[in-house]
């Protein structure tokens, strides 16, 4: 590095000159965050980052959560964002440290997660010049970011923040990467705080619906005779109001409802009008809901391939109104009838006014109108699509999620998830009544997600219990964050669904590839007792389905950290399933006779 | 970015990228031109550009200037061809992007004005030389440089002016090509 210029004082003995305050670099990104309402960062110094480091130590109202990779940090910070509603922030260093928050912020977009990450950059004059930790991170991150920003002078530091909060949260929400070289932390300039800087771009997503689409969609929905409301993580990302206005739409219109793996919670699982998750490991009664209904009210879901299976049997007799604050989802693959942009709840408040408002003879009472769909609905739920085979010897995983919610269902809980079949048994087994509660990586796909985000969750709800449902080659992804867990008092519980292999991809192999199961066993896991103990936290093992209940009751009571390894059936698959390729009548269920292997024809095994 | 002067660019995708779309839909390609006015900052062109390459749609052209110091805006105009509802998916995806003002269709838009300027250069003597400059006349293209045995002519116009320019120079002893890209405008309201 070149000598320390002129500008290199301490960086937390702010200056006054002309009038307005003089503040260093790293104490406006500090003075920021807090006038930003930020109440945790999660991240790890390095060089480029010092400066901004420094400036924290003098921070009292900024905790921060020191992560051991800052994969976990940016995971973290998804947690707290989706526990909390608000953005979740991110400091990490230059070049490796910002480049190992990637998946995370690739997770946060495809997922519609507000988050705004702070990386520290070489000093300006040093930028191209492949210094050391230098990367061009503004480049990296261009595609996987809402937006990203170099801040090449100090003077354009308080309003670069500010707007990266801004549209984090504005719209469709998704991560913000704001990059910020050496020595723009340590130059003085001027602070102003939020609300006194001018927006930088003309970005003003439509909150408020059109009226003709309202007007349109009410007179769709008062005339259906089998209406379903398919709702996804934009009524969750919309505030737990939104909630409320779906749950009041829902019964004023007497209809079903069924969510996407991101939508659960927004409306209660304990509702008589709860069909469960839809999609390619869904509700059997949800999957054949959304065959056969005439009108689908899609709130905030975006059609993605796990949910719609095969196209172009994808509900094929319905009218379609979507929902949605981001006017690129709505026939982006399936076409709309009726296209309302705009907020969730704005879009559900308007849609029970304008339904309220029409004459009674337009809207038929629901009860009678709706009977013959209900009997069809009662028909479906009878199938039981989610049955297994009980055991007396054998840990079934599905059993495991059932036991869990029995043990915690009364507790303040908050669950987290790894990727993979123990993700799935979550969302079909552990049942979801608030919005807020189910942190898991819907679009990405992230294993290793679980346990940092449980970190973040845990942060921001100190006293509540926060669970990961684990499986066992996830887990050891990201497992270096329990040391965080121990270091920051965060008492997350890990609850692994241990059956020694990668469980999904043995099950797709089972099915797609002649039961060849290449790499997919994890030979040498750790034991996950000892590693938990040389963690510092408490291990516990159960194995047979009489320790099953202590041993939760044993992980929920500790006041620290705990990983419970269950033991669980090795080879069983998560059923029922939409094979690749299929149309939502088409699902696989457990007790289906014909063998796995054959439910997936060749045009099906191409897919993904 | 393709070569404009490619014989047939590659298609654009004529069915959403769902992985369980198993193809069948068949509607019709069409040329479109895009104007995009964004705020002229670091990285701007490459985030159109990359919105481009990570969906796969295709661009047959591209210009790009400042066009507005004073409210640091830019105008980038874009040739792509794809389905209605490709195009349309391209659109919204391009306003949905933070640094976008303003997308215009040009090509649906009756006020929409596209022109483009080319450098066409030619080697030649004897009767195709005449034949060459007294096609230029007809199109009304310029000559900028001139020798013995050849001519550089500068032409404007529509985009389908210039391609049949360039197709009557070729058996004319046309060497290289060089264009602008199409520029789009809206024209002025009347009245």
Redo the contacts between chains.
Sequence with gaps: MNAPSPTLTAPHQAAVSSGKEQLSGAQIVVRALVDQGVTHLFGYPGGAVLPIYDALFHEPRLQHILVRHEQGAAHAAEGYARSTGRPGVVLVTSGPGATNTVTGIVDALMDSIPMVVITGQVPTHLIGSDAFQECDT??IT??CT?????VKSVDDLAAALHEAFR?AVEGRPGPVVVDIPKDVQFALGPYTPPGETRP????APQRIPDRAAVIEAAQLIAGARRPLLYTGGGVINSGPAASLALRALARQIGAPVTSTLMGLGAFPADDPAWLGMVGMHGAYEANHAMHDCDVMIAVGARFD?RV?????GFSPGSKKIHIDI???S????VKADVAMVGDARACLEALSAEIARLPKTARPDPAARLAPWWDDIARWRERRGFAYRPSTSLIKPQWAIERLYALTRDRDVFITTEVGQHQMWAAQFYRFQEPNRWMTSGGLGTMGYGLPAAIGVQAAHPNALVIDIAGDASVLMTMQEMSTALQHDLPIKVFILNNEWMGMVRQWQQLLHGERYSHSYSASLPDFVKLAEAYGALGLRAERPDELDAAIQSMIDAPGPAILDCRVEATENCLPMIP??KAHNEMILADDVEPLSQAIDE?GRS?? | MSDPHAPSPAPAPSAPASAYDMGGRSEAEGAATFAVLVDNEPGVLHRVVGLFAARGYNIESLTVAETDRTRHTSRITIVTRGTPHVLGQIEAQLKKLVSTRQVQNVTTDPNGVERELALVKVRNGGPDRLEAKLLADIFRAKVVDTTTTGFIFEITGAPAKIDKFIGLMAPLGLIEVSRTGVLSIERAAEG
């Design positions: 503004v480049g261009r595609s809402k937006h990203n920003v170099l549209i930088i771009h003309a970005y391939d719609t299976g095969r196209l172009d981001d006017p690129s709505i026939g982006k693959l690749s390729g045009a897919l993904v």
